[in-house]
């Protein structure tokens, strides 16, 4: 039996959620992805190991991860199978200085981390987690339970907020966390075991603690809803994917890359985000250790590669159907989306579209395009960026989702495990 053929839609989207919950930051789904796939019998390796001997091997950096299997042979005609996706998600970040009084409450001092959709994380339980650096260099990864939450002013102080709200970044997204004064990072590394007065760094982040649920239709499993969706959606699929090719043990002649990079709803310009140097210093490594090592073997490597990037779409908004191109109305349960636009905000091509579409036809997946409306800009992934960088052949495309952003985001187990499989299928040389 083929390894994804173990789950139905249901228990698909139950292990994810599961994925979810022991993922609240990028640090820990790097980790968490790095140890699966260590189980399923990849060799853990470090920036700094050699790795010539590591034919299937997992690296983590911070928030990112990624991880490659061999061809039993290379040759002139190898090239890179490459899935993309990134590990981090809209937020609030705790500041240096953690927390300050007011009229009697403690509060988290906090700013916000991409673009998230500020009013969702109003009166939301939430919890603190992500990193902390010892002077000793040690790193510990940490999570709290609920520990704090953003009030909203009441409607009978404010009779305007039912008609327009506007918040203030600074002001009014201020979690409140004790009613008498309190140090919440002390709190933080108490809790954890670690002596606030060792801290030398921390990168700690919010996260709603309220867990997953699947109902809706007839069957009570039409929507999956959840944190952390985009893009936990694609790591995960893409994660399983490469689980199945690993257990099914096919070989094809092309190095099968797995990469969650960080920082993508910031922009990507970091150390681990897709315009840092882990996807290229890996496959300069992976070429240099092969029979076609050199500059010449490296360049037709490239050319002879492609990308999926896999992020996360829009589904269509039945309450906001003018925002959304009229021609094109992806739905939760139709599909994984094509993402296609003009400007390259997304870079997809007739060829990227021809490779995304043979591994959805041989995974017997329907899929779906989505276009924007064209006073509607849509945003952008990690795609041009690698596009760019190396001129291969990428393609964008991600699971359809209502309420991007939210704290709480809307999508279709059916989806989500028909995005494992046509990745799958890819990886498997369609």
């Known amino acids: 039996m083929n390894y994804l053929d173990r789950f139905t839609p249901l228990t698909y989207a139950q292990a994810f959620g599961d994925f979810i919950t022991q993922s609240p930051t990028s640090y820990h789904a790097a980790e968490n992805v790095a140890h699966q796939l260590t189980e399923a019998g990849f060799t853990r390796v470090d920036q700094h190991d050699q790795w010539s001997n590591a034919t299937r091997a997992v690296m983590v950096v911070s928030g990112a991860v990624i991880a490659w299997q061999l061809p039993e042979k290379f040759s002139l005609q190898s090239g890179a199978r490459i899935i993309g996706s990134h590990t981090d998600s809209p937020s609030f970040k705790i500041k240096p200085v953690a927390t300050s009084t007011a009229a009697g409450y403690s509060q988290v001092n906090v700013e916000v981390y991409g673009g998230p959709l500020l009013n969702s994380w109003l009166n939301r339980d939430l919890g603190i987690a992500g990193q902390i650096v010892t002077t000793d260099g040690e790193r510990h990864l940490v999570k ?103 257990e099914d043990g096919g070989q094809t002649d092309d190095v099968l890359v797995f990469v969650a990079f960080d920082h993508e709803e910031v922009g990507s310009g970091t150390p681990t985000g897709a315009s840092g140097p882990i996807l290229e210093s890996t496959l300069r490594r992976i070429v240099a250790a092969s029979p076609i090592a050199g500059d010449e073997g490296y360049w037709r490597f490239i050319a002879q590669s492609s990308c999926i990037s896999a992020d996360a779409g829009h589904a269509v908004n039945p309450n906001k159907m003018d925002k959304h191109d009229p021609a094109h109305h992806p739905i939760l349960g139709g599909g994984p989306l094509l993402k296609i636009n003009a400007q390259q905000r997304y870079a997809t091509d007739a060829i990227g579209s021809a490779t995304w579409l043979r591994a959805a036809h041989q995974a017997g997946v329907s899929t779906q395009e989505f276009v924007s409306n ?54 498997m040389g369609a």
Request: glycine share 8%; aromatic share 8%; hydrophobic share 45%.
């Open 374 to 427: 064209n006073d509607v800009p849509c945003g952008t992934t990690i795609g041009p960026l690698t596009a760019t960088r190396f001129g291969m052949t990428t393609v964008d495309v991600g699971v359809a989702m209502l309420s991007m952003h939210s704290v709480r985001e809307i999508t279709n187990p059916a989806d989500l495990l028909g995005m494992a499989r046509i990745l799958e299928a890819y990886w």
């Open 144 to 246: 709290t339970d609920a520990l704090m939450t953003i009030p909203q002013l009441a409607p009978h102080l404010d009779r305007s907020q039912n008609d327009e709200l506007k918040l203030s970044r600074q002001l009014d997204y201020h979690p409140i966390w004790a009613v008498s004064e309190a140090d919440v990072m002390a709190h933080v590394c108490v809790s954890d075991g670690i002596d606030p007065a060792s801290v030398a760094g921390a990168d700690l982040y919010a996260y709603d603690t309220a867990p997953y649920r699947i109902y809706g239709g007839a069957d009570g499993e039409d929507f999956f809803c959840a944190g952390r969706q985009d893009n936990l959606t694609s790591v995960f699929a893409s994660l399983q994917a490469f689980l199945s090719v690993a």
